[in-house]
């Protein structure tokens, strides 16, 4: 079952690897004996760093076999990537790839058992390091920001539209950015003068012209947070994840284990609430899971991630209408 390394097609280093990859092991191994054939959902495959180790783990786990990995990924690079990586899995039937939103996952499943779910939350660094897809300013890419190229608007066209109270708005929730209203007034200014960025190096020098002049080259890029906010709008990253909350979190079996690793508070709240409101998961931790000095230091954007475990607890036995 070991996955081929796949080093040279992926730059994406895996966060919190073996916490996680431990964790959902695990709720495989205690499963009672004779479970019925289920799935574990990995619902952002990126670079398939999570799979490939849960993969890994699952082939010494008697039984495990009967059991299927199912990676969900929205970005067509990242499945054709791991189309790839994953070959002999997917041949031998431990493992199904599919190109779509995971919030649509649930469809996929169907009514088979789900035993575990992986939530890696935000980009990977395959997407932020290319040099097309506009995620990032350090390449003068078109303005697109889509993780699914074939849905949704890219951003340029949703800049065209926006109103400025509600660019605003989005740069201030997403991104904590407190020039969020100056930053907006001047992107609106520039379109309703016909100057509109149009390329990811413009939108950061727009960006950058509104800072006072001696933040513009201190510390973090000025455009870094801006960038994050629009990111996560132009790919409803926050509908997403409530969505798996509603649909997915519940869908769960009995011992069930869940795991979510976030990069923004407003996706540590949501799933923190979701695991301590409702009486159906067992929290092995009160407080997230981060990454070690060690980890941090080989690989920076692991600095900020939160993980959050939760497994679903056994279903109540039904009590019987007489003794009600
Ligand atoms: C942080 S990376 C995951 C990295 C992965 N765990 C690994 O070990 O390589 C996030 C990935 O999830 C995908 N993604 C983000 N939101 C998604 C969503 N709502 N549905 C499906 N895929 C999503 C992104 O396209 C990206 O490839």
Redesign the pocket.
């Known amino acids: 079952m070991s996955a081929q390394s796949a080093s040279e097609t992926?730059r994406?280093i895996?966060?919190l690897?073996e916490p996680i990859t431990d964790f959902l092991a695990e709720g495989i191994r205690l499963l009672p004996e004779h479970s019925e054939p289920g799935v574990i959902l990995?619902?952002?495959?990126?670079?398939?760093?999570?799979?490939?180790r849960l993969l890994e783990k699952l082939a010494s786990i008697p039984g495990a076999r009967n059991h299927r990995l199912i990676g969900?990924?929205?970005?067509l690079d990242?499945i054709s990537r791991n189309r790839s990586r994953f070959q002999k899995e997917l041949e031998d039937g431990v493992m199904e790839l599919h190109h779509?939103?995971?919030?649509e996952?649930m469809k996929i499943i169907g009514n088979r058992p789900l035993y575990g779910v992986?939530?890696?939350?935000?980009?990977?660094s395959?997407?932020i390091d290319s040099e097309t897809r506009g995620f990032s300013f350090r390449f003068d890419a078109p303005l697109d920001m889509r993780?699914?190229q074939s849905r949704g608007i890219p951003l340029t066209e949703w800049l065209e539209g926006v109103s400025e109270t509600d660019l605003a708005d989005v740069i201030w929730r997403y991104g904590e950015e407190r020039f969020s209203r100056k930053i907006a007034r001047r992107i609106v200014d520039l379109r309703s003068r016909g100057q509109m960025p149009k390329t990811t190096a413009d939108l950061a020098d727009a960006i950058r012209s509104v800072f006072p002049p001696g933040m513009r080259h201190q510390g973090i890029h000025p455009a870094t947070r801006t960038f994050q906010a629009l990111r996560i709008e132009i790919?409803e990253?926050l509908k997403?994840?409530e969505t798996?909350i509603l649909k997915g979190f519940p869908k769960t079996a009995p011992g069930g284990r869940i795991a979510i690793?976030s990069f923004h508070s407003l996706e540590d709240r949501l799933v923190k609430e979701e695991f301590r409101k409702r009486n159906l998961y067992e929290l092995p931790f009160k407080k997230p899971l981060q990454a070690g000095d060690s980890e941090i230091e080989l690989n920076s954007r692991s600095r900020s991630a939160k993980l959050r475990l939760a497994i679903r607890k056994p279903s109540e036995p039904e009590t019987p209408s007489s003794m009600r």
């Open positions: 992926t994406h895996p966060i690897l990995d619902c952002t495959l990126g670079g398939g760093g999570h799979s490939a969900v990924d929205r970005d990242a779509c939103a995971f919030s996952s992986l939530a890696d939350l935000g980009i990977s395959d997407q993780m699914n790919n990253e997403e994840l798996l690793l």
